[in-house]
Every structure is written in C-alpha cells, then in structure tokens.
C-alpha cells in the first residue's frame, strides 16, 4: 500500500473509493453510499466488477486477493477491506 493511503480514514477512504466507482460505473457520486450494493444497487455486471478490482489495486497500490474480493457486496465492504490492510 502507498504511504498517501496508509494515512488516511475511513472518510478519505471512502471518497477516493467512490471517485472510482462513480467514473467506472458512471454514476453520480451522492449516489453512491458505504451500503450500496455493486450488482443491485449500482447495476454493476461481472465485467465492470474486475475492472474495478483492477482500478482499487492501481489507485491503492496493493493486490486485492480474488477469494477476498468475491465477498465484496457493498462499497462498505472494500472499505473495510482497505482500512484492514493498512494496519
């Protein structure tokens, strides 16, 4: 993980997150929510979830392990994730 993203809070996490999530699924930001779901909530398709997989690892600069990320259901749940890995 990049030192910028080992300082930063759940908030800061969040944003960036979500930043990400709103260019790649081009969806309004006040959209998207720490409980939002990928596939129900945001109509994300199988394709879309890689991509994004693949853009958290880039803007985070960590690898996110598949088994981990195929429990991804809500934003909440790749924060967390996120947070987790800092410590």
Same mark, same amino acid.
Request: charged residues 40%; hydrophobic residues 40%; contains cysteine.
């Given at each position: 993980m990049n030192e &910028?993203? !080992?300082?930063m809070d759940q908030s800061e996490i969040f944003k960036k997150v979500r930043s @990400?999530?709103?260019e790649q699924l081009d969806k %309004? &930001?006040?959209e @998207?929510?720490?409980e939002s779901r990928f596939v129900e909530d945001l109509g994300a398709d199988s394709l879309d979830i890689y991509e994004l997989l693949y !853009? !958290? &690892?880039?803007a985070f600069d960590? %690898?996110?392990? &598949?088994n981990e990320a195929s429990e991804f259901e809500t934003i909440?749940?790749?924060v967390a994730f996120i947070e987790k890995k800092k410590d």
């Open positions: &910028e993203c !080992l300082f @990400i999530i709103s %309004k &930001e006040d @998207i929510t720490m !853009l !958290l &690892e880039e960590d %690898k996110i392990p &598949e909440g749940d790749v």
